[in-house]
């Protein structure tokens, strides 16, 4: 069974520095990957979505990159606001069984003033 | 557009009642799944519909839950009757595939938070 891990599970940053976060999975035989943002309770909003044969997505000040071999995926947040203050998860679509999603408990980010 | 849309936002019911969760897609997209999401299990995927069709319900915890999706624009998820444990956030979402081109990324309700005594 494919299992999605994020680490750390929390972190606190002040505002402006670069942060990566972590996701890793234990198949490689994905799917696609996407990165989620959930504030406090609210639902979840799709930051980046990496299809299988791809090696990163960009948005704005965010960067996600995919290495399936190794099992990895980075979102790297530039210049880290804090509005960016949120609970960030990491998604994997199953590659053998499609109709497979497994989700990674996230990593609680505290940008700091 | 209104992006998915949840009713009621939060539910308490007492235990051994009907409890009845609704949620309308975004328009236009045929992929929809109900979510389930606790302290301590973190996000589960519940049932996946494809083009109204029920794809995979694995995630589904007991008979006492359901899901029905009678056209593109409406599903519920019943839970019947309701116990304690079955106290969470529940998310709906919904995205649009395609094998010409996939769009996969997954827009989620605001969720139904609900509390069962």
């Known amino acids: 069974k494919q299992e999605v891990t994020q680490i750390p599970a929390a972190l606190s940053v002040p505002e402006g520095e670069n942060l990566v976060l972590n996701c890793s999975f234990t198949?490689?035989?994905?799917?696609?990957l996407q990165w989620f943002r959930q504030d406090p309770g609210k639902g979840l909003t799709s930051l980046l979505l990496?299809?299988?044969?791809?090696r990163e997505q960009t948005s704005g000040r965010l960067n996600a990159s995919l290495d399936k071999s190794s099992g990895r995926s980075t979102l790297y947040i530039a210049a880290s606001q804090p509005g960016d203050s949120a609970t960030y998860l990491c998604?994997?679509?199953?590659?053998?069984?499609?109709?497979?999603?497994?989700f990674g408990s996230g990593t609680k980010l505290n940008v700091k003033p | 557009d209104a992006g998915v849309i949840q009713s009621p936002r939060h539910e308490v019911t007492e235990m051994g009642q009907e409890v009845t969760l609704r949620c309308k897609p975004i328009?236009?997209?045929?992929?929809l799944f109900w979510y389930r999401q606790t302290m301590m299990r973190g996000l589960e995927l519940l049932i996946y519909?494809?083009?109204?069709?029920?794809?995979?319900d694995s995630g589904m915890p007991e008979d006492r839950f359901s899901a029905k999706m009678p056209n593109a624009s409406f599903s519920t998820l019943k839970i019947q009757p309701s116990e304690p444990r079955d106290s969470a956030v529940y998310f709906c979402a919904s995205s649009l595939y395609s094998l010409a081109g996939p769009q996969e990324t997954q827009y989620f309700g605001p969720g139904t938070r609900l509390l069962v005594l």
């Open positions: 990496i299809q299988s044969s791809q």
């Open positions: 998604a994997v679509r199953g590659g053998y069984n499609f109709n497979k999603f497994y």
């Open positions: 519909f494809n083009n109204n069709v029920p794809i995979d």
């Open positions: 198949d490689s035989a994905i799917y696609n």
């Open positions: 328009s236009g997209h045929n992929s």
